[in-house]
């Protein structure tokens, strides 16, 4: 009881197991001081060697009592029932132990002869009935601080567990809007367009105007939740027209849109999202560039989207990397499980990106 | 000095090449469009200097360093810095932000005509371009980190089966090449090759101890003890004593 209150200043430093055995120790020695004291101040008949004797016969069996009530709750989950719920299972277990604790005392003082009445007079059964009742004074508080102490382990830890969830989120949600808009993608194409200027000023003029319009929908599409394709589509275009200038005749681009597509709605810079995973993983890498393939028609009932480019599928840095987790997260989010999203390498030298996206029927 | 641009984007090496018409001191003398491409132009060409791209299709930058026997100074070009200092120990390198602030640039070219100034070179270690120098640089890459490394800061290479282990400072890095490559490459007034498994930097020894079998025991800088083999204690002496 006592323990309580070194409980909460050890737990830092100590291993848990550590600190158990500690308390367990030092709650029955204290048991056991107490018994001596009170020998000694009520002057209690009884010979020394009895006593002691005695005292080391509670020590043990409380902790041997105590130890299993212990592996008993860890076996069951109880500590991770709700409390209400909890208690009554607990307190069956604190009477069983009780019960426990009191044979084994008794038990111990008839085999080894410590009895301190002359005459059996009361038979062994009702002795553990009346023990039982006192015994249950030392296992009840026993049970209280270990439950506590997990009790209140367990709610700092889901306090820390719903922080650590939170910062987790927002940095989610930055890392999402970094994301939509690589800084690398921009310094490079600032810096084509300075070179522009004096070789090719229509051009230059035209590319600025490519850039903003860039810059500006990923803004604004930031709260929306879904877009018109067509508006993503156009952003897609200035955005492979600007790589179209950096990587000159090492990129070629082919559309195949279905036009009744235009209309449907998507998730906004999803598909932008895609074709820049497309440059950077695929076209990028290719001495001699390659082709990016944007496709959107209706397959069954689902609307499909499909990005194909030059390259070769890296498996643990593509799949893992934060575009397309990002994308998988945002269908689930919009859709849940009807919305499909795969990548894979359809032969030697293309990689496909596939969304499926189930069409609204009115 | 002659420079060579490294880059894919015939873009990005048209800007570099009109922002260094202001230094009259910078001749380019040719361009590159990837690692391969480069690495050949500068064994033939031997450029005072090169702008590299770290970013390029095939192999990086960094790869194409580690292949180059000797690297002439390098400025990175890139357009994202997190990517070119991530991967380096050592501040020590200059690097361009494209698109590339021209005073930036003067800044560089500046810093590097002081260093190259200070590095006083005779003649005589012009007549074979085949033999490096102490005072050449070498790019030593070990997965994600890298290091430009002078051959005098360099106290001992290790044979580890195909690799060469290179101690310098606290640094002891792998590199792709064999003992024997190295110590043809390597000049014989400042390496020697101590024994099967090692070449010392005769700058970097402490303290020689005799030894076993009329060897000789070597005490480096760094604390290495190093074995010489009988047959090259003999050279060690005849190469010490005048």
């Given at each position: 009881m006592v323990n309580f209150n070194f409980a909460g200043i050890f737990i830092a430093t100590m291993s848990k197991n550590k600190l158990y055995w500690i308390l367990q120790v030092g709650g029955w020695g204290l048991v056991g001081l107490v018994m001596l004291l009170f020998a000694h101040i009520y002057d209690v008949q009884i010979r020394t060697d009895v006593l002691l004797k005695r005292i080391t016969i509670v020590f043990f069996a409380g902790i041997i009592t105590t130890h299993a009530l212990r592996a008993v709750i860890k076996w069951s989950g109880w500590m991770l029932l709700p409390v209400e719920k909890a208690l009554p299972r607990l307190l069956v277990a604190v009477l069983f132990t009780s019960v426990l604790f009191s044979v084994l005392i008794l038990g111990s003082i008839e085999i080894f002869n410590l009895s301190t009445e002359s005459k059996q007079q009361i038979s062994f059964f009702q002795k553990v009935l009346g023990s039982t009742i006192d015994n249950g004074l030392f296992i009840f508080p026993w049970l209280m601080i270990y439950y506590f102490y997990h009790y209140y382990n367990k709610s700092r830890r889901q306090q820390l567990d719903t922080l650590k969830l939170e910062s987790l989120v927002k940095e989610l949600e930055l890392k999402t809007i970094k994301a939509h808009i690589n800084p690398h993608f921009i310094f490079n194409s600032l810096n084509s367009i300075r070179a522009l200027v004096d070789e090719n000023p229509q051009r230059a003029r035209k590319a600025v105007t490519e850039l903003s319009n860039i810059l500006r929908s990923s803004m604004q599409t930031e709260k929306m939740e879904t877009v018109p394709l067509e508006k993503e589509l156009h952003i897609i275009k200035d955005y492979l027209a600007l790589e179209n200038m950096r990587f000159e005749d090492r990129l070629k681009v082919v559309y195949e849109i279905?036009?009744?597509?235009?209309?449907q709605p998507v998730p906004p810079m999803m598909l932008q999202t895609l074709v820049e995973n497309a440059i950077k993983h695929g076209i990028s890498k290719q001495i001699n560039g390659g082709v990016i393939k944007v496709v959107s028609d209706f397959k069954d009932n689902y609307h499909e989207l499909v990005v194909q480019n030059t390259g070769q599928l890296n498996g643990s840095v593509n799949t893992e990397g934060f575009g397309l987790s990002s994308t998988t997260n945002r269908l689930n989010l919009l859709y849940g499980d009807k919305a499909r999203f795969e990548i894979k390498q359809i032969n030697g030298s293309l990689v496909e990106a596939r969304v499926l996206i189930p069409v609204e029927i009115h | 000095m002659k420079a060579i641009i490294i880059d894919d984007e015939r873009l990005a090496r048209l800007e570099l090449r009109k922002l260094l018409q202001e230094f009259p001191e910078i001749e380019v003398i040719d361009e590159a469009v990837n690692a391969e491409e480069a690495i050949s132009k500068i064994e033939t060409?031997?450029?005072?200097l090169i702008f590299l791209d770290i970013q390029m299709p095939g192999k990086t930058g960094f790869d194409m360093l580690a292949e180059l026997d000797k690297t002439p100074h390098v400025i990175f070009t890139t357009a994202h810095h997190e990517f070119a200092l991530k991967a380096f120990e050592v501040n020590a390198l200059d690097y361009l932000m494209k698109p590339v602030e021209p005073k930036r640039l003067a800044d560089a070219i500046q810093k590097l005509q002081l260093s190259e100034s200070k590095?006083?070179?005779?003649?005589?270690?012009?007549?074979?371009?085949s033999i490096l120098t102490e005072n050449d640089q070498v790019f030593v890459k070990d997965g994600e980190r890298c290091w430009f490394v002078k051959l005098s800061d360099i106290r001992l290479f290790e044979s580890v089966g195909n690799y060469a282990k290179v101690f310098f400072g606290t640094n002891k890095p792998l590199i792709l090449k064999s003992l024997n490559a190295l110590e043809e490459r390597l000049d014989e007034k400042t390496f020697f090759r101590a024994n099967r498994k090692h070449i010392v930097n005769l700058r970097m020894i402490e303290k020689i101890e005799p030894y076993f079998n009329g060897g000789l025991l070597l005490d480096l800088k760094g604390g290495e003890k190093i074995e010489v083999s009988r047959r090259q204690t003999v050279k060690f002496k005849e190469m010490m004593s005048l």
């Open positions: 279905d036009e009744d597509t235009l209309d | 060409a031997q450029p005072d590095e006083v070179r005779t003649e005589t270690e012009y007549t074979n371009n």
